[in-house]
């Protein structure tokens, strides 16, 4: 084999070499962005037995328990949604702040942190607190239509709520409804 052989076939092994690096940069980078995507992408889940419906994170996985809890949990951090349906509760309007303290363990200073509406015929109070036992950041929810209770909360690792995820635990608890 002489020289020029030589050298074209060791420039057609570099090139091939080239593009085979090239295609596997795109390929991790179109993965990347792909995987960057699911992040903000939401589907919906529809509980048809309770009457709701609320998107999430298409990457995080969801799972509803013997009781009837709904948790949507994510593969890579820490924290989640969890759904409650009680129904037939019998719990004066008045009552719910105490119960809303009660059951995120938190003192009656929080109670300023309440927020009250009603659309709809439906009721709504909101809480947003940090879980310093856990140290998550969560955020409630908590909607009554007659006799019935949904209870939606929401925990996230403090580094994550305040790197994005915040506009989009906000976004999660503003598209739950009720049938």
């Not at 030589?6 to 990347?32: A, D, E, F, P, Y």
């Not at 909607?143 to 209870?151: E, N, P, Q, R």
Request: hydrophobic letters at 35%.
């Amino acid at each position: 084999m002489n020289c020029v052989t030589v050298i074209q076939n060791k420039l057609k092994i570099n090139l091939k070499k080239s593009i085979l690096i090239s295609i596997l940069l795109i390929m991790g980078t179109t993965t990347n962005s792909c995987q960057q995507k699911n992040e903000n992408e939401f589907i919906i889940y529809n509980d048809f037995e309770n009457n709701y419906s609320i998107k999430y994170p298409i990457n995080w996985k969801k799972d509803k328990n013997s009781e009837g809890i709904v948790s949507i949990e994510p593969l890579k951090m820490k924290g989640g949604i969890y759904i409650s349906v009680y129904k037939n509760i019998t719990l004066p309007e008045e009552k719910m702040v105490d119960f809303i303290l009660e059951t995120n363990n938190l003192t009656t200073e929080s109670e300023k942190n309440i927020l009250k509406g009603e659309e709809n015929g439906i009721k709504s109070w909101y809480i947003s607190y940090t879980d310093s036992i856990s140290n998550l950041t969560c955020m409630s929810a908590y909607k009554s239509k007659g006799h019935d209770l949904w209870f939606i909360t929401t925990e996230i690792e403090k580094e994550e709520w305040n790197n994005g995820w915040k506009e989009k635990i906000v976004e999660i608890l503003q598209s739950f409804t009720i049938k």
